[in-house]
């Protein structure tokens, strides 16, 4: 069965500072892996989008890595504000048929403090 | 102003009465999809729809329905909801699916749906 697992579940940390987010997934065959960002009570917003063949790629303060060999993911934030405050969800899609079937995980809650 | 648009955003009814939630884009974007997120489970997949005239199941479909006569509109039909529907209710489109894809996928604002 396709999973998504990320860690941690939530993350207090202080305004300005560094953070890296987790996922590990088991998703076959693995089509190209999201990571999206979902204010309270909003629908969830593009961050970056990532194929087999990358291996990083940069929103901005974020930075997407993924590592298709160990099938995990990291989201890193860098220089943390107090809008980055929010759920981070990855999402991970397999190829079938010529779609896709997305699996989400349950996202990491961050809260970032002044 | 690119946008999914979602109505009603909030509604409460009551068990067996029937509703739809509509969905639209104005993107002409060809897939279009229905989501559930309920605390501690994620969002999960209802139904989606590759392009007009063509739906499939996701991964929780039992108890609803869906349709796609025009590109812009996927509403979102609940014949006789039940409490274990209650939760928030996301639509999303994107231009194109399909293998090589890596468009980026819109969502709406939500709908909270309360079943009593």
């Known amino acids: 069965k396709n999973q998504v697992e990320q860690s941690p579940q939530s993350l207090i940390i202080l305004e300005g500072k560094n953070c890296t987010l987790q996922c590990n997934y088991t998703v076959s065959p693995f089509s190209n892996l999201r990571w999206y960002k979902q204010d309270t009570g909003r629908g969830p917003v593009s961050l970056t989008i990532?194929?087999?063949?990358?291996n990083t790629k940069s929103n901005g303060r974020y930075t997407a890595t993924l590592d298709a060999d160990t099938k995990q993911s990291s989201l890193h934030i860098t220089a943390s504000q107090l809008s980055d405050s929010a759920s981070y969800i990855c999402v991970v899609s397999a190829t079938t048929g010529g779609s896709y079937i997305p699996t989400f995980g349950r996202g990491t809650s961050l809260i970032v403090h002044p | 102003e690119a946008q999914v648009t979602q109505n009603p955003r909030y509604l409460i009814t009551v068990t067996g009465k029937k509703l739809t939630v509509t969905c639209s884009q104005n993107m002409n974007h060809e897939y279009m999809s229905w989501y559930r997120q309920d605390p501690g489970l994620g969002l999960r997949q209802i139904y989606y729809s590759m392009n007009v005239e063509v739906t499939d199941k996701g991964d929780v479909p039992e108890g609803y329905k869906v349709s796609r006569k025009e590109k812009r509109n996927f509403p979102l039909i609940l014949e006789s909801p039940s409490p274990n529907q209650t939760s928030l209710y996301f639509c999303?489109?994107?231009?194109?699916?399909?293998?090589?894809?890596?468009?980026?996928?819109?969502f709406g604002p939500g709908t909270r749906l309360t079943v009593l």
């Open positions: 990532m194929t087999f063949s990358e």
């Open positions: 999303a489109s994107s231009l194109r699916w399909h293998f090589t894809s890596t468009d980026t996928q819109y």
